[in-house]
């Protein structure tokens, strides 16, 4: 069991090591007044290619409400998106990304491309590869764990 607890812990030690390093890269050469925070959410509604709740967003990049909330204002401040009411629940919105809020996800994606191919430079496909399914696993199972 020791055994186990060392190695669990050791990964997660590497894991968050490695998300504060490639974090702290990224947000360096983000475009001027973009944060991670506003790629995320671009990036999402670009490859979902269609209109989102904040609430879907939200637990789709693993945010609070609140902090949707401020991104998707942000964003809405600098024309990346268009927030619309859900004709069909009028509790609610609907947010799609606008013509500049691609402009800005691609340019950002530009950006961070060649900081995303030095972090794996020493990886090649196939040890990139055997990582995803351990990964994909962790991620997944920490989704279906209720918040304490």
Do not use: C
């Not at 990886?123 to 990582?131: G, H, P, Q, V």
């Amino acid at each position: 069991m020791a055994d186990t607890q060392d190695l669990t812990i050791t990964l997660v030690s590497e894991i968050l090591a490695a998300d504060q390093l490639l974090k702290s890269r990224l947000a360096r050469v983000l475009p001027a007044r973009m944060e991670l925070s506003h790629f995320s959410a671009l990036n999402l509604l670009a490859r979902s290619g269609g209109e989102r709740t904040p609430a879907q967003m939200a637990r789709m990049l693993h945010l609070t409400r609140g902090a949707m909330t401020n991104t998707l204002t942000r964003l809405d401040t600098a024309g990346y998106v268009h927030i619309r009411p859900d004709w069909d629940d009028a509790r609610s919105k609907l947010v799609a990304i606008s013509p500049a809020g691609r402009r800005a996800r691609d340019e950002a994606l530009a950006a961070i491309a060649p900081v995303l191919t030095e972090a794996t430079a020493a990886l090649d496909d196939t040890r990139l590869r055997a990582a995803l399914p351990a990964l994909r696993a962790l991620r997944q199972a920490l989704e279906a764990q209720p918040e304490a």
